[in-house]
């Protein structure tokens, strides 16, 4: 398949909306069997995570193409001549980029219990470990 400014953006759509689908049936299954959800809090901030992410990721990807059909009919000649495939890649992964900020919310509000020690793991504490493990 040849690759077009269309063609981009509709394969970062599929794979968003495809990975929410993958999603589904977890939350699914945690809605169904509440009390076992609760003693798997890492995996509850991973769910969540990956569908506020990729819902994200969709509903700003849908818009990016609807931007650029509008520029295709508005400015015909334009659009042909401006619009590379890397200005489109890297519109795309803006697209990510601000659905991955607005999933930090979700992860900062969430807790789970770490592995090993008794501390919480918050979005605070994650990074304070990260930033011990490497060496910062």
Known sequence: MKRTVHTVCYLNLAVAD?????????????????????KNQLLRMFVLCAV?????????LLTLISIFRCLAITRPIWFRQHPGLAWVRAACFGAW??????????????????LG????VT???LFMKLKMSCGI
Do not use: E, H, M
Not at 117 to 120: A, N, P, Q, V
């Open 18 to 38: 495809l990975t929410y689908c993958l999603t589904l049936p977890i939350l699914v299954a945690s809605l169904i069997v509440q009390g076992s959800w609760r």
């Open 52 to 60: 506020t992410l990729n819902a994200s990721a969709s509903i700003f």
């Open 97 to 114: 980029g601000l659905a991955f900020l607005l999933c930090l919310p979700v992860l900062s509000r969430q807790t789970a219990p770490y």
């Open 117 to 120: 020690d008794k501390t919480r």
């Open 123 to 125: 979005l605070k504490n």
